[in-house]
């Protein structure tokens, strides 16, 4: 595997670290790929990331996610409340409420009584379970070795 350069930093290589190069990734190239990350400035990514990066994860993100991503059909709120042990439903509550203001949740109220709720994933929401999927994948494959 080779390090390249990116403009304006020096390829990293080693403890030779120059202070232009600390918040640049390296570009990595092999022989069969190239990568893609090419211009990223780590500094700017992660801020452009934080509210998100956050909000994933936070306690009860992943857990409310992972129901949905599995289906096209709604979630009630008491599906969550009995597959989320542990969580109270001040937390459970809360992290519904970060989710569709994100616009990763969408939630449907019916006026009936008793009150009925309803979430299901948007297209941004989609999007975000189908990344943490893989995530999920790479994690079971080396979690192992």
């Known amino acids: 595997m080779k ?4 403009k304006g930093s020096k390829a990293v290589s080693g403890s030779n670290l120059s202070k232009d ?5 390296p570009i990595i190239q092999s022989d069969k790929e190239f990568c893609s990350f090419e211009g990223y400035d780590v500094d700017d990514l992660m801020k452009e990331t934080s509210s998100l990066r956050a909000l994933i994860t936070k306690r009860g993100t992943l857990e ?3 129901p949905l991503c599995c289906t096209t059909d709604s979630v009630r709120y008491l599906k969550f409340k009995k597959t989320m042990k542990g969580f109270s439903s001040k937390t459970l509550a809360t992290r519904l409420k970060e989710l569709e203001r994100n616009g990763i949740l969408h939630r449907q109220a019916f006026n009936e009584i008793p009150p009925r709720v309803e979430y299901q994933l948007t297209t941004k ?3 975000l379970t ?5 995530l999920l994948q790479w994690m079971r494959k080396w979690s192992s070795k």
């Open 125 to 127: 929401g989609q999007e």
């Open 3 to 6: 390090l390249g350069k990116q």
């Open 130 to 134: 189908e990344s943490i999927i893989d």
């Open 21 to 25: 190069t600390v918040s640049k990734l």
């Open 64 to 66: 409310i996610l992972l």
